[in-house]
């Protein structure tokens, strides 16, 4: 066994001797450089919003357009009616349920304090990675 590894490394010293150190180019890290630069720059994202200002400007102008024809228009009587319909059945499908005050308080200030945590997390983070 202690023959067999010597000639393995006669063998390795051999061929250690023999061979040359690889060299690499003059320019390679400027190579590697720009490839890993062009990488990078691939990689970063534009920020596009989910909703377009068009799409919102739409939506607004269609809101408006909506309020101004409820507001002007001349068949108040038949709107009227139908809302009384439709306020007559809401009353009825909910007038077994009773909240305390507890819970209506809850239901007014949750949401607010919600909309504010967002509005505060949103000013923190966007300090915390600002580029």
Same mark, same amino acid.
């Not at 408006?64 to 009825?92: G, Q, R």
């Given at each position: 066994?202690?023959?067999?590894?010597?000639?393995?490394?006669?063998?390795?010293?051999?061929?250690?001797?023999?061979?040359?150190?690889?060299?690499?180019?003059?320019?390679?890290?400027?190579?590697?450089?720009?490839?890993?630069?062009?990488?990078?720059?691939?990689?970063?994202?534009?920020?596009?919003?989910?909703?377009?200002?068009?799409?919102?400007?739409?939506?607004?102008?269609?809101?408006?357009?909506?309020?101004?024809?409820?507001?002007?228009?001349? %068949?108040?009587?038949? %709107?009227?009616?139908?809302?009384?319909?439709?306020?007559?059945?809401?009353?009825?499908?909910?007038?077994?349920?009773?909240?305390?005050?507890?819970?209506?308080?809850?239901?007014?200030?949750?949401?607010?304090?919600?909309?504010?945590?967002?509005?505060?997390?949103?000013?923190?983070?966007?300090?915390?990675?600002?580029?």
């Amino acid at each position: 066994m202690k023959e067999n590894d010597k000639e393995i490394e006669n063998l390795i010293e051999k061929m250690m001797t023999e061979s040359t150190l690889e060299s690499t180019s003059i320019d390679f890290t400027s190579k590697i450089m720009s490839q890993v630069l062009a990488i990078e720059k691939s990689k970063i994202k534009v920020y596009k919003p989910l909703i377009s200002r068009s799409a919102w400007i739409f939506i607004g102008m269609s809101l408006i357009a909506l309020t101004a024809y409820t507001v002007y228009s001349n %068949n108040d009587v038949a %709107n009227f009616e139908i809302a009384k319909t439709y306020s007559e059945k809401a009353s009825a499908l909910f007038s077994g349920i009773h909240f305390s005050k507890n819970v209506l308080y809850a239901l007014l200030v949750v949401p607010f304090m919600i909309l504010v945590q967002i509005g505060v997390l949103k000013n923190y983070f966007d300090k915390k990675y600002e580029l």
